[in-house]
């Protein structure tokens, strides 16, 4: 199975930004790819999804702030993060939607003055 692992994390300021990565052990090229985040308490949400050509979707809490983009010949995906906000702090993981693969370790983003 293909294993995930996420990088870039860590704290910001409000306002600030991030790039996070994930690398893929093994050929993420056909499959869409997703960002997730869940924060303390709180169940873990979709933040992004990215199809195989790379076209993305968000939802309404991110959107115009987040964007996911795809290197298909390095098997990684990423997630730009700007404008952050306080609500944003959680532990962002990367997976498959609907054919969701093992968990990574996912990777802390903290908005905090």
């Not at 692992?5 to 409000?14: A, D, I, N, Y």
């Not at 949400?45 to 959107?63: F, H, I, M, N």
Request: aromatic share 10%; net charge positive; with cysteine.
């Amino acid at each position: 199975q293909v294993q995930l692992v996420e990088s870039g994390g860590g704290l910001v300021q409000p306002g600030g930004s991030l790039r996070l990565s994930c690398a893929a052990s093994g050929s993420i090229r056909f499959w869409i790819m997703g960002w997730y985040r869940q924060a303390p308490g709180k169940q873990r949400e979709l933040v992004a999804t990215a199809s195989a050509s790379g076209a993305p979707y968000y939802p309404d809490s991110v959107k115009g702030r987040f964007t996911i983009s795809r290197d298909n010949a390095k098997n990684t995906l990423y997630l730009e993060m700007h404008t952050l906000k306080p609500e944003d702090t959680a532990v962002y993981y990367c997976n498959r939607p609907k054919y969701l693969l093992d968990w990574g370790q996912g990777t802390q983003v903290t908005v905090s003055s």
